[in-house]
């Protein structure tokens, strides 16, 4: 079973940056992702990424503004996020999953992290 640890998030101005971090403790995923959720809104997939092959995939909201990568040797998955904007606000999730073919369909992970929570403002 994958245990993920996440880190980073915060608040930052509109047009600024933060970066999120997340470590698994296994090596059964296939894949992983971030997520979001603001208030009152269903919970959305933001990026994800192959363990493998490094191959990705972005929503249209976050594409060219933020980037999914991993490194290996430390197990981890990170997303830089650029250019906020005060709509990026949300509680974000680092997922993985093993069963499906990438993408950004939440039943599509079996595992989730603690949740971090990015804040932008205007």
């Known amino acids: 079973e994958e245990q993920l640890v996440q880190s980073g998030g915060g608040s930052v101005q509109a047009g600024g940056s933060l970066r999120l971090s997340c470590q698994a403790s296994g090596s059964s995923a296939t894949y992983m992702g971030w997520f979001r959720q603001a208030p009152g809104k269903e919970r959305e997939g933001v990026a994800a990424?192959?363990?493998?092959?490094?191959?990705?995939v972005y929503s249209d909201s976050v594409s060219g503004r933020f980037t999914i990568s991993r490194d290996d040797a430390k197990n981890t998955v990170y997303l830089q996020m650029n250019d906020l904007k005060p709509e990026d606000t949300a509680l974000y999730y680092c997922a993985a999953g093993r069963y499906w073919p990438l993408g950004l369909v939440t039943g599509a992970y079996q595992y989730w992290g603690q949740g971090t929570q990015v804040t932008v403002s205007s």
């Open positions: 990424i192959t363990v493998v092959s490094g191959r990705t």
